[in-house]
Every structure is written in C-alpha cells, then in structure tokens.
C-alpha cells in the first residue's frame, strides 16, 4: 500500500507555545488529506479535511484559528497547533487519500504524532 | 448516542479461535462500511471494505454488513497472536471522504 509519514513522532511542549505537524505521501499524490485526534483509549475523531490549493474545511467544534492547516503541495500538509494547551495533548493522526486508490479511493494513514503539552 | 457504537473489550480469545466484532451505528445513508486494525500508538491501516450489504472475504478474515439492522461485523478465522490490536469500524457516505470511527475494541490474542 501507499506510504504516509509524520513529522515528528512525538513532541513535547510548553504551554502556549505554537506546534507544527508535518504529514507527506511518498510515493503518490493526495489532493485529499484529513486529520485526525484520537484522546487516550478513545476513537479517532475527524478535525478537518485539507484539500490541496484550498483552504481546509473544519468539523463541528474545531477551531480553525488554533489549528492551522496547511495543505500547500500534493505530497505535503501540515497541521500547526497555536498556543498549546494540556488539553491540546493528543496523538494527531492525518491520513491521505489517493485519487487513484481503485474504486475506494482509500484513505493511507501516516502512523501519527504524540503530542505533550507541559 | 454516538454515530457509531462499538464494544470497547478487551476480547481475549486463545491462538486459534475465531474473533467475532461487531459494530452498530445509526446513520443509514451510510454506504460504505471499513475495518481497520490499530497497533498501539500506530496509525490505523485498513483490512477490508464492504459497500452496501453484504458478505466480503479476504483470506481468514469476512466482513458481513446489514443495512436493515444497521449492524457491521467482522470474523477473524485461526486467530494468531499478531492479531492482537484495536479493530475500528469506520463508515462513510461516499467513497473516500468522511470516515466515522467506532471507539474500537481491542483484541488479545493468547498463545
């Protein structure tokens, strides 16, 4: 299958610091890509979609100016956490769909970010 | 209620057994119906697929989806130790697009 990657694995930082997420597709290219936050023992929950050239569109109760998506090239989006928080501490997930991914357009997830805020 | 429901486990089976998940969600304009197997701390990957209803098998693994009843399964033949993960069912609408995740059961699977 295609390969998605994250950048950093893990992160820890201070409280109202400012925090970027790199998520790439090596070997296609992904118009699509989404982002995901999975709580501790909980489910993955969809932040927002990213489309390539557009600005991202943002799930019920997001906030779209503390979490900055950047989705700039095909192989490249990034996610950029604003003055973090505690509560912001989660592992960030992304996943990117490939257009010509047979008849299901299936959706490669990169093997995500631990983020710890201080 | 949530979108999607799923039984949180853990579901310990000996090597060798079936495993048996399930999933029920709420939402019948969904069309599509995925599983995917998550290793901790690991982004999910997908296992099967299932548009509509119906049975799909892949090798030791059988998805089976009822509309009417709004119920998602899925079987794990000759269960191994590497099964041992957290299953996620994820319906969607259109192909691709939105996936709703289940909260996941975790699997453990004793040698």
């Known amino acids: 299958g295609a390969v998605v990657s994250q950048h950093p694995s893990r992160v820890i930082c201070k409280s109202g610091t400012s925090v970027k997420i790199e998520c790439r597709s090596l070997d296609f290219q992904a118009t699509t890509m989404f982002w995901y936050r999975q709580f501790p023992k909980q489910s993955l929950m969809l932040m927002a979609t990213?489309?390539?050239?557009?600005?991202?569109?943002?799930e019920q109760g997001v906030e779209k100016d503390k979490f900055l998506i950047n989705h700039a090239s095909l192989t490249l989006s990034t996610l950029t956490v604003t003055s973090a928080h505690p509560e912001d501490s989660s592992f960030y997930i992304c996943?990117?769909?490939?257009?010509?991914?047979?008849?299901?357009?299936?959706?490669?997830f990169g093997p995500g970010t631990r983020l710890t805020v201080l | 209620q949530k979108e999607v429901e799923q039984d949180p486990g853990p579901l310990s089976v000996p090597e060798g057994a079936i495993v048996s998940l399930n999933c029920t969600y709420s939402?019948?304009?969904?069309?599509?119906f995925m599983w995917y197997r998550q290793y901790s701390r690991k982004g999910p990957e997908l296992l099967m697929y299932?548009?509509?209803?119906g049975n799909k098998e892949d090798g030791r693994f059988t998805a089976q989806v009822d509309k009417s009843s709004k119920y998602i399964s899925l079987f794990i033949r000759d269960s191994q130790p590497s099964d041992s993960a957290t299953y996620l069912c994820a319906p969607s609408l259109t192909a691709g697009n939105k996936l709703t995740f289940g909260g996941g059961t975790r699997v453990l699977v004793k040698p």
């Open positions: 996943s990117a769909r490939d257009p010509f991914g047979g008849s299901y357009n299936e959706q490669f």
């Open positions: 990213s489309n390539e050239g557009s600005k991202a569109t943002y």
């Open positions: 939402n019948s304009a969904f069309q599509y």
């Open positions: 299932t548009y509509s209803s």
